[in-house]
């Protein structure tokens, strides 16, 4: 299985952009890329996912390099509430199987 | 409703004990996951159900069974467990496994004594 490399923290100021990156260097062309984040004392939570395109939605932006090798996650504003682990995840095209990064640590200060 | 619960939110077990998890869901999903995440990492799949019937086992060991007797419910029958696997054990589901959006419940913290 492909693995992903994410900086272990972050930190943001509140309001601001926020670009959290990941590495899939070893990615298959069949694979999706997720990102999940868990807020503490929850599980997961799904915030996009993308193949070769970027891609936007209400929570995030998601920019996925020409040779898909790596890919960034873009909060537009962050709040305290993004404050949470953010996890780059792949997933085989034929399978639910996601294959979770060890994740980033985000803390935002006001 | 979109959401996944799990019982019972907190247990500790001796290593003699049996005990079970219980997930369930009520969005029609077809697919339902169970994951295994230790203290500060990542969740780790254990096992994949798809219409009901495992189509992922992630070399789990066999005092860890699962079984989902219906659409809706899953359950982790646990035997003979160590205190390595103390954990929280998250459930998941999906409309398929093929689905880009799990949805998470919020786990069961387990404690094994």
């Known amino acids: 299985d492909a693995k992903t490399t994410q900086p272990n923290s972050m930190e943001s100021n509140e309001e601001e952009p926020v670009h959290l990156p990941c590495n899939h260097s070893?990615?298959?062309?069949?694979?999706?890329i997720h990102w999940y984040r868990q807020l503490p004392s929850q599980g997961p939570e799904y915030v996009i996912h993308?193949?070769?395109s970027n891609v936007n939605n209400r929570m995030a932006s998601l920019a996925i390099a020409e040779d898909r090798k790596s890919s960034t996650l873009i909060l537009h504003r962050a709040t305290l509430r993004d404050a949470a682990v953010y996890y780059c995840?792949?997933?085989?095209?034929?399978?639910?199987?996601?294959?979770f990064g060890q994740g980033t640590t985000l803390q935002v200060k006001p | 409703d979109t959401e996944v619960t799990q019982t019972p939110k907190h247990l500790v077990m001796g290593m003699t004990n049996k005990k079970s998890l219980k997930c369930e869901q009520h969005?029609?999903?077809?697919?339902m996951y169970w994951y295994k995440q230790k203290a500060k990492k990542p969740p780790e799949l254990m096992f994949v159900?798809?219409?009901?019937?495992?189509?992922i086992n992630e070399s789990v060991p066999s005092r860890f069974s699962p079984e989902c007797p219906n659409s809706s419910l899953l359950n982790l029958h646990l035997h003979a467990l160590q205190p390595e696997d103390s954990a929280l054990y998250l459930c998941?589901?999906?409309?398929?496994?093929?689905?880009?959006?799990?949805?998470f419940g919020p786990g069961t913290r387990l404690t094994v004594t």
């Open positions: 998941a589901s999906s409309p398929r496994t093929v689905s880009y959006e799990q949805y």
């Open positions: 070893t990615i298959s062309g069949t694979d999706y």
């Open positions: 993308g193949l070769t």
């Open positions: 995840i792949l997933r085989p095209g034929n399978t639910g199987k996601l294959i």
């Open positions: 969005m029609g999903h077809r697919a």
């Open positions: 159900y798809s219409y009901e019937k495992l189509s």
